[in-house]
């Protein structure tokens, strides 16, 4: 079994450390947060006092930090790239824009070591279960000496492509769900208008050409679908704030590369007007909420 060094042990990296410790790897863990450092260690994580402790031996280097200046910064300057064995595999599995991913990738090849980005789909339900979706960037041997790793947090690991192409697929992947939610919201608040139940509308666009993941699993009013957040007073899920990052993510690479996203760009301005109302910590689908005009 593997040595596996884990920084960065929030609500999705302990979890997800926690499962390597199930699968049988040693793992070493770092946090700058002490009480995370203690839950992970809970977990089966040997709890270590700095990133670059925590690297040294280690067959794996994972980073689940909050954004790209969190992973530069842990790259550029807590040691760890001149601490680990040359040819350690790098994966970070942070979301973060596609520019720092890059950069995170000159700097561990550099040193170096093999470098993938890996994106996590699956929120901390996803990271929990050991169900998450991976989409991964990098060379391909960087992400067959990882995919072993990756295999033991997730169900599902997509070789994307080149470095950043992990993190192209998930904002991707994430303005289609920002846009499609308030898609299928209007859908509702109209049909609401209109006197067309909830039952009746879901009915139909469920076999339909409406129908769609925001519809059929996350449906934002209760009723249709029991399991979606809307019959939970809209707990997360998948927080609105982390949706609003996302479609900025999406925005800035828009604005980088040069494609046009104009519905992209409408999506990130209300749910970045929705979390002004206080809904930043609600499920993304109470973007309802702003639609229809109600708290
Ligand atoms: P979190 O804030 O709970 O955890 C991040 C952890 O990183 C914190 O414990 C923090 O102390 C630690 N940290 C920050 N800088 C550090 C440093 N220099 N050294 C060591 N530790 C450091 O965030 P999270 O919810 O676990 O999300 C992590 C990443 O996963 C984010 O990029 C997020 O967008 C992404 N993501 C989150 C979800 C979700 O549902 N929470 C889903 C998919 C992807």
Redesign the pocket.
């Known amino acids: 079994m593997a040595k596996i060094a884990f920084?960065?042990?929030?609500?999705?990296?302990?979890p997800m450390a926690g499962n390597l410790v199930k699968k049988g790897h040693e793992v070493v863990g770092?946090?700058?947060?002490q009480a995370?450092l203690e839950a992970a260690a809970q977990r089966g994580v040997q709890a270590v006092a700095s990133?670059a402790d925590a690297v040294a031996g280690a067959d794996a280097v994972i980073?689940?930090?909050?954004?790209g200046k969190?992973t530069i910064?842990?790259y550029a300057k807590?040691g760890i790239l001149e601490k680990a064995r040359k040819g350690t595999v790098f994966i970070d599995?942070?979301?973060?824009d596609v520019a720092s991913a890059r950069a995170a990738h000159v700097l561990a090849t550099n040193a170096g070591m093999l470098s993938l980005d890996s994106?996590?789909?699956?929120?901390?339900g996803?990271?929990e279960g050991a169900t998450?979706t991976l989409m991964a960037g990098g060379t391909a041997a960087a992400f067959e000496k990882a995919r072993p790793f990756l295999e033991c947090v997730g169900k599902k690991v997509v070789y994307c492509g080149d470095a950043g192409a992990g993190q192209a697929a998930?904002i991707c992947n994430n303005m289609i769900l920002g846009i499609s939610m308030i898609g299928v919201s209007e859908a509702f608040v109209l049909a609401e208008k209109l006197g067309l139940s909830h039952a009746a509308l879901f009915d139909v666009a469920s076999t339909s050409s409406g129908q769609c993941w925001s519809l059929t699993s996350y449906c934002p009013v209760p009723g249709p679908v029991p399991a979606s957040p809307a019959n939970n007073a809209y707990k997360?899920?998948?927080?609105s704030a982390?949706m609003s990052?996302?479609l900025k993510l999406a925005q800035e690479a828009a604005a980088v590369s040069g494609a046009s996203t104009p519905m992209g760009a409408l999506a990130a301005q209300l749910f970045a007007l929705h979390n002004a109302h206080g809904a930043s910590g609600d499920d993304f689908s109470s973007i309802v909420k702003l639609i229809r005009g109600t708290k």
């Open positions: 920084i960065g042990l929030g609500n999705m990296g302990a770092f946090d700058l947060q995370n990133a980073t689940m930090l909050p954004a969190d910064a842990v807590s599995c942070s979301t973060i994106p996590v789909s699956g929120g901390v996803g990271a998450l998930k997360p899920g998948f927080a982390l990052k996302d």
